[in-house]
């Protein structure tokens, strides 16, 4: 028998920006065993949530740093179905703006991020430039970069007038061509394409015994995505989700290339839509009722279930973040790799854990 | 941190929102509950999460599924924290993770989980979601009870210690500072004063 060596690979490790802890088993080059501990973000959020919603709603936006206008925007969604609460259409297509502008800034970064793991730096130079463009488009539409505040119960708190739109449609289309040449010359480097072809394959069977949600999904050729569902603006612009097939970290890598794209031209379909209107329904009193709202994060799939008693103060809120459903599959996908494609495979998925964590 | 809601007089009966096509099934019985979950793997329905509701002496265990035709699926049920429930891994391995997480933070036993995913090892047979978690006693098992405030007064030695100085320094300090006589005479010119103002002050009136 062959001997084994046991490496532990972080909490603190080059590549993750957020700690977790791998136990990965070498018999010489090649993986044979994989275990994974949490626990070093946990910070209590669901517990900290159960109070006054209107507060609850900026305490759910510090779940996540980087998607954190889609995790306030599906705690409304709940509030707003628990509560029968309207909301004006003018505000679901400023909400749809925000989530999708959230999804190309977050994409952004996850490819600078792998590039950079990958150790093609200039990848990463390239597109975090880009990404600041986006970052600063959000921080002139709701004032914030990151914890945006921009999304309550009943609408929106900020509307964009033409000039706003023009400059935004002005900077789309600069990010989009600059976006375009970097994917060009990227999907033409035959040394990254020899990193992540072939490597970390997830076949369909597996991704759906493991529950495994978003763009990690729809890399292995199935169709779905919770936009589909058609909740604000997504009803009105034709939405499709993006697939490739493979399962591999090539594909996860081009689904997530292809959707900024198919998220610019959202954007711009959303402000081209837009009418205008009230963005804001007066809302106040408590939530009497429970309800489950799910919405497409950047990673994948999340999930909100709330309960409220006829007061201001919630029952109970419960997060599902992407990573935590992700995270199980990675047990059995990192069996049989090389040593030196575990960085590469664990990053293809987009790990949060200060979303799993909460 | 939750405020309690302050003498509710009776729990409102609190509606369930669905969606078109949203189902909540609530199985009487545990038969019934691995018939409905056999039901969704043969379905091939994804498996979402748990959600745990604390119900007082029970506790309300609501099971998410995906039925991938933009259709959420839950089922309900109701479970003794002292009775262990059953595990769905062997259908689902994603359930792994949600069901130690259910034991972890709401304390429900379920077989084969240890329920340890987020909290530390001091942390055991504290469950903080729980309604009855008080965040004082967690910190007096972690601590230890807190020492009580008591307000001492200072001796001469604490101020010698806190100004660096020792004994010897502090003869010294007395030693070479002033001439007595001097003091006493200016004290006796100081004195008339304030005769002086009381003498005016009665003349102006």
């Known amino acids: 028998m062959m001997a084994r060596t046991i490496v532990p690979f972080g909490p603190q490790h080059p590549i993750l920006a957020e700690?977790?802890?791998?136990?990965?088993?070498?018999?010489?080059?090649?993986?044979?065993?994989?275990?994974?501990?949490?626990?070093?973000?946990?910070?209590?959020?669901?517990?900290?949530?159960?109070?006054?919603?209107?507060?609850?709603?900026?305490?759910?936006?510090?779940?996540?740093?980087?998607?954190?206008?889609?995790?306030?925007?599906?705690?409304?969604?709940?509030?707003?179905?628990?509560?029968?609460?309207?909301v004006p259409d003018r505000a679901k297509y400023l909400r749809t703006i925000l989530l999708e502008l959230e999804?190309?800034?977050?994409?952004?970064?996850?490819?600078?991020?792998?590039?950079?793991?990958?150790?093609?730096?200039?990848?990463?130079?390239?597109?975090?430039?880009?990404?600041?463009h986006v970052v600063d488009l959000m921080e002139a539409i709701t004032g914030n970069?990151?914890?945006?505040?921009?999304?309550?119960?009943?609408?929106?708190?900020?509307?964009?007038?033409?000039?706003?739109?023009?400059?935004?449609?002005?900077?789309?289309?600069?990010?989009?061509?600059?976006?375009?040449?970097?994917?060009?010359?990227?999907?033409?480097?035959?040394?990254?394409?020899?990193?992540?072809?072939?490597?970390?394959?997830?076949?369909?069977?597996?991704?759906?015994r493991y529950g495994v949600v978003g763009p990690n999904m729809r890399g292995c050729g199935i169709k779905q995505d919770c936009r589909s569902d058609g909740y604000e603006a997504y009803k009105w612009l034709d939405f499709e989700p993006v697939t490739f097939e493979g399962g591999d970290n090539l594909s996860r890598v081009m689904v997530r290339v292809l959707e900024t794209f198919q998220s610019i031209e959202l954007v711009k379909k959303c402000f081209k839509q837009i009418e205008p209107g009230p963005i804001m329904e007066e809302f106040k009193g408590g939530i009497n009722g429970e309800a489950?709202?799910?919405?497409?994060?950047?990673?994948?799939?999340?999930?909100?279930?709330?309960?409220?008693?006829?007061?201001?103060?919630?029952?109970?809120?419960?997060?599902?973040?992407?990573?935590?459903?992700?995270?199980?599959?990675?047990?059995?996908?990192?069996?049989?790799?090389?040593?030196?494609?575990?960085?590469?495979?664990?990053?293809?998925?987009?790990?949060?854990?200060s979303c799993t964590e909460r | 941190m939750a405020a309690e809601p302050s003498a509710a007089p009776k729990p409102k009966e609190i509606a369930t929102k669905t969606a078109p096509g949203e189902v909540y099934d609530a199985p009487k019985d545990l038969?019934?509950?691995?018939?409905?979950?056999?039901?969704?793997?043969?379905?091939?329905?994804?498996?979402?999460?748990?959600?745990?509701?604390?119900?007082?002496e029970n506790i309300e265990l609501i099971y998410h599924f995906d039925t991938q035709k933009f259709v959420l699926y839950h089922i309900r049920y109701t479970v003794d924290p002292d009775v262990e429930h059953v595990s769905l891994v062997d259908m689902f391995p994603s359930a792994f993770l949600f069901e130690n997480e259910v034991c972890e933070l709401?304390?429900?036993?379920?077989?084969?989980?240890?329920?340890k995913l987020f909290l530390s090892k001091d942390m055991d047979g504290m469950h903080p979601l729980?309604?009855?978690?008080?965040?004082?006693?967690?910190?007096?098992?972690?601590?230890?009870?807190?020492?009580?405030h008591t307000i001492k007064q200072a001796t001469k030695e604490d101020l010698m210690g806190m100004a660096g100085k020792t004994e010897a320094d502090l003869k010294e300090d007395d030693a070479c500072d002033f001439d007595e006589e001097e003091v006493a005479a200016k004290g006796k010119k100081d004195k008339p004063k304030p005769q002086k103002k009381a003498e005016e002050k009665e003349g102006d009136a």
């Open chain 1, 19 to 86: 700690p977790v802890r791998y136990t990965l088993e070498l018999e010489e080059e090649t993986v044979v065993g994989v275990d994974f501990e949490l626990g070093w973000m946990h910070r209590g959020i669901e517990k900290g949530a159960e109070q006054d919603y209107n507060k609850a709603i900026f305490m759910c936006e510090r779940v996540c740093g980087i998607c954190s206008g889609v995790h306030s925007m599906t705690f409304v969604g709940c509030l707003e179905k628990a509560g029968d609460i309207p």
């Open chain 1, 145 to 208: 970069r990151v914890n945006h505040s921009y999304v309550m119960p009943g609408g929106v708190r900020g509307d964009v007038d033409e000039k706003m739109a023009k400059h935004a449609l002005e900077v789309l289309g600069a990010v989009e061509a600059s976006a375009k040449f970097v994917a060009d010359q990227a999907s033409h480097d035959r040394t990254l394409i020899s990193r992540v072809k072939g490597v970390g394959i997830m076949d369909k069977a597996m991704c759906l």
């Open chain 1, 292 to 353: 489950a709202y799910r919405c497409e994060a950047p990673r994948g799939e999340l999930f909100y279930f709330i309960r409220g008693n006829g007061t201001k103060v919630l029952e109970r809120v419960k997060i599902r973040a992407p990573t935590l459903a992700n995270l199980m599959v990675t047990r059995e996908l990192l069996l049989g790799e090389e040593f030196a494609n575990i960085p590469v495979t664990i990053l293809s998925f987009d790990p949060c854990f």
């Open chain 2, 106 to 115: 709401m304390g429900v036993k379920i077989k084969g989980i240890q329920g």
């Open chain 1, 103 to 132: 999804r190309i800034h977050s994409h952004l970064l996850w490819i600078g991020v792998a590039a950079d793991a990958v150790g093609f730096q200039n990848l990463f130079m390239l597109t975090w430039r880009e990404r600041e």
């Open chain 2, 31 to 56: 038969e019934e509950f691995n018939a409905m979950a056999k039901k969704a793997y043969k379905n091939g329905w994804r498996f979402m999460c748990i959600t745990a509701l604390d119900k007082g």
């Open chain 2, 130 to 148: 729980r309604k009855s978690f008080k965040i004082e006693e967690m910190l007096v098992k972690l601590q230890g009870p807190p020492e009580p």
